[in-house]
C-alpha cells in the first residue's frame, strides 16, 4: 500500500514540472518577433485568397461594361441603289369565251330526235346541231300545198271565164256590169292563191325553225340538251359556242393597276396545272369599279389553245412600262399590322425601322416605289428579330450578291 501511494505520488511529481515547461514555451513563442510574423503572414494569405475569389466571379462584367460593341449582334445590309425596272402587274383571272354565244330553240319547240354535234367540236354558221320532231309540221305543210292547188284550180276558171266574157261582151250578149264581176272574180282567186303560197312558206319556215343551227363559225363550249327531251322558247341555253374560237381572261386589278394599263398592252397568261404561257393583248379595260371590292376588269384578248379551257383560272403579267427604284429581295421586306416595312442602319449603327411601299414583283427582287431613295443600309434577312434603336453591327454587302437567283426565288 505504501509502495503503490508513493508511485502514484512520484507520478505527479514527474508531469508537474513538464505542464510548467510547455507552458513557459509558449508564452515565449508569443513574445518572440518570429511567432508574430507568422500569424501575420496567415492573415494576408486569407486576405489575398478572397479577393482572388472575387476577381475569378466579377472577371465578365468589366469587358461588358468597357465595350458593348464587340457584343453587337453582325447582320447583313445592302445600299440597293435605284434600278430599271421592267414595268409588271401580276393578276389572276378566270377564262371565257370572248364571244360566248347561247344557242336555243326559237321555235314552238317538240321532242328532240338528234343531236348533230358534241362539246368541243368546230362548226361552221348554219350547221345543224340539233332535230326537233316536225311530222305534226310536215302534215300541215301538206294540207296547205293542197290549198295551194285548189285556189290555182279556182283562178284559172275564173280566168277563163273572164275570157270568154271578153269575146262576148262585144257580141252585147253580156254587159260591161257582167264583163266587171268576172275580172274581180278571177282577180280575188289570183289573191287567194298568193294567200295559200304564204301560208305554206310560213309553215316551211317554222319547220325549219325546228333545226337548230350554229349562228357563226365556232368552238362548242356546252351541250345541256339530251335525245328525247322535249324543248321549247323557255327551255334556255341548249348550246353554247364561242364564235371563231376566241377566248379571253378577265383579269382583276385593284384601282392604281387598272389605271396603269391601256387597250394594246401585252400580257402573259399562264394557265393553272401548266407552265406553258400564252401572249395576249388587252383589248378592253373595265369602265367601272366594283364598289365592293374596289377593282376592274382588264380583259385580254387570246386566241385558241386546248390549254385554255373557259371556266378555267389564270395568272397573268401584264407589262406596264418601266419603273427606276430600289430592288430588294423578299427577305429584307417584312409587314405587319401597320403595312410593309424595312429596316435600315441609322447614325451610330442603331437599327431605325421604315415604311415602304411596294410595286413590281420580279424574279430577283421586289421594287420598292415609296420609302427608300437607294442609299440606305437595308437589313437583308432576319430583321424580325431586331428591334428599333438596337445596336448592331453591320456588313455591307454589294446589290449583286444579296440578289437571289430565279431558281431560288421559286418564281
Known amino acids: 500500500m505504501n509502495y503503490e501511494t508513493k508511485i502514484g505520488t512520484g507520478d505527479g511529481d514527474t508531469a508537474a514540472p513538464e505542464l510548467a515547461r510547455s507552458a513557459g514555451s509558449e508564452t515565449r513563442l508569443a513574445d518572440s518577433p518570429f ?23 466579377h472577371r465578365g462584367d468589366a469587358p461588358v461594361a468597357t465595350d458593348a460593341s464587340t457584343q453587337a449582334a453582325t447582320v447583313t445590309v445592302v ?113 287567194r292563191v298568193g294567200v295559200a303560197r304564204a301560208s305554206l312558206g310560213q309553215l316551211q319556215a317554222q319547220a325549219a325553225r325546228l333545226t337548230i343551227t350554229a349562228p357563226s363559225d365556232g368552238l362548242v363550249l356546252e351541250r345541256k340538251v339530251e335525245r328525247g327531251q322535249v324543248v321549247g322558247p323557255s327551255s334556255g341555253t341548249l348550246f353554247r359556242i364561242a364564235r371563231g374560237g376566241e377566248l379571253e381572261v378577265l383579269a382583276r386589278l385593284s384601282e392604281s393597276d387598272l389605271a396603269a394599263v391601256t387597250p394594246g398592252v401585252a400580257a402573259q397568261v399562264t394557265p393553272t396545272g401548266t407552265d406553258k404561257a400564252f401572249t395576249g393583248q388587252i383589248w378592253q379595260v373595265s369602265p367601272v369599279i366594283d364598289p365592293q371590292t374596289r377593282q376592274g376588269t382588264a380583259r385580254i384578248a387570246l386566241a385558241y389553245a386546248p390549254e385554255l379551257r373557259p371556266g378555267g383560272f389564270a395568272s397573268v403579267v401584264i407589262r406596264a412600262g418601266t419603273v427606276v427604284a430600289p430592288l430588294l429581295p423578299e427577305s429584307a421586306i417584312l409587314s405587319d399590322e401597320k403595312g410593309s416595312y424595312v429596316f435600315i442602319i441609322g447614325a451610330g449603327n442603331k437599327v431605325e425601322r421604315r415604311a415602304v411601299r411596294t410595286g413590281t414583283v420580279t424574279d430577283t427582287g421586289i421594287a420598292v416605289v415609296e420609302g427608300l431613295s437607294g442609299n440606305e443600309r437595308v437589313v437583308l434577312r432576319a430583321g424580325g428579330f431586331l428591334q428599333p434603336g438596337e445596336t448592331v453591327n453591320p456588313k455591307l454587302v454589294s446589290a449583286q450578291k444579296s440578289a437571289p437567283s430565279p431558281a431560288a426565288s421559286g418564281r
Open 35 to 57: 511567432g508574430g510574423r507568422r500569424l501575420w503572414l496567415i492573415v494576408g494569405g486569407v486576405v489575398v485568397l478572397l479577393v482572388a475569389i472575387w476577381f475569378f466571379v
Open 79 to 191: 445600299a440597293p441603289g435605284r434600278t430599271s425596272i421592267a414595268g409588271a402587274i401580276n393578276a389572276t383571272g378566270s377564262i371565257a369565251a370572248r364571244y360566248d354565244e347561247p344557242v336555243g330553240s326559237v321555235g314552238e319547240g317538240g321532242q328532240v330526235v338528234s343531236i348533230a354535234v358534241e362539246a368541243g367540236q368546230w362548226v361552221q354558221k348554219g350547221q345543224a346541231l340539233a332535230v326537233i320532231d316536225r311530222s305534226v309540221q310536215q302534215q300541215a305543210q301538206a294540207s296547205q300545198a293542197a290549198q295551194i292547188r285548189v285556189a290555182e284550180a279556182d283562178a284559172r276558171l275564173a280566168q277563163a271565164n273572164l275570157d270568154r266574157g271578153l269575146k262576148l261582151v262585144g257580141r252585147g250578149f253580156i254587159s260591161r256590169a257582167d264583163l266587171d264581176r268576172l275580172t274581180a272574180t278571177r282577180d280575188a282567186a289570183a289573191a
